[in-house]
């Protein structure tokens, strides 16, 4: 994507987007049948008098790396049923981004930021290792997380360590990442849900 076209949409093929959206009702099938997860990421200095200039750079590489994630971590049958990540809603100045997914890949994805802000934190040290103690908080924490999802989890951690644009997306002063410790009824997600801090995965 062009600088013009992040910027001010020129150039943006409109009918191709909207011919695109028509082709993938599939897909909101396949979430709107699914157990989901409410995932909030938290950013600062997001002030409330200026326009969400980085929403769209923070939404798809949410939605790019997830998919990333997918593809390299998971089995293909756990890619194949495994829906996409989706926005759901934006605070307005408050630097609040949340989204749905289902929870064996949103936790993969999880590990995996977690991964970079320890790369990105430390400046490649020479710890490398997956931390058991991140897992055991996942365990602890969450139910539906089982012991085959552990080496989804290791992937992610040691592959994903490295990447440059989950290290931009933490440097956008991401500073809180919480993941709804049951799955959440679509229905009510007006109503206040139980949130997990999995900032640790971020130490």
């Keep these: 994507m062009s600088k013009e076209k992040y910027w001010i949409g020129k150039g943006l093929d409109l ?40 929403h769209e750079a923070i939404y798809k590489t949410v939605k790019g790396t997830f998919h990333e994630v997918k593809a390299e971590c998971l089995t293909r049958e756990a890619y194949d049923r495994a829906a996409p990540i989706f926005l759901y809603r934006v605070d307005r100045g408050s630097g609040i981004f949340e989204f749905l997914a289902q929870f064996d890949p949103l936790m ?3 590990v995996a930021l977690g991964a970079a802000a320890t790369w990105y934190r430390r400046a490649l ?17 969450f139910p539906n997380a089982s012991a085959s999802d552990v080496r989804a989890y290791m992937r992610a951690w040691t592959t994903f360590g490295r990447r440059r644009v989950l290290h931009r997306l933490i440097g956008q002063e991401l500073h809180r990442v919480e993941v709804s410790k049951n799955p959440v009824d679509a229905k009510h997600l007006e109503q206040p849900q139980e949130m997990v801090d999995v900032g640790k995965l971020l130490e």
């Design 125 to 141: 040290s020479d710890d490398q290792e997956l931390d058991k103690r991140r897992l055991t908080f996942i365990r602890a924490n």
């Design 15 to 54: 009918e191709q987007l909207w011919q695109d959206y028509d082709d993938g009702q599939g897909y909101i099938q396949k979430v709107a049948g699914s157990e989901l997860h409410l995932l909030r990421l938290t950013f600062a200095n997001h002030p409330a008098h200026l326009p969400l200039f980085d």
């Design 108 to 110: 993969t994805w999880v």
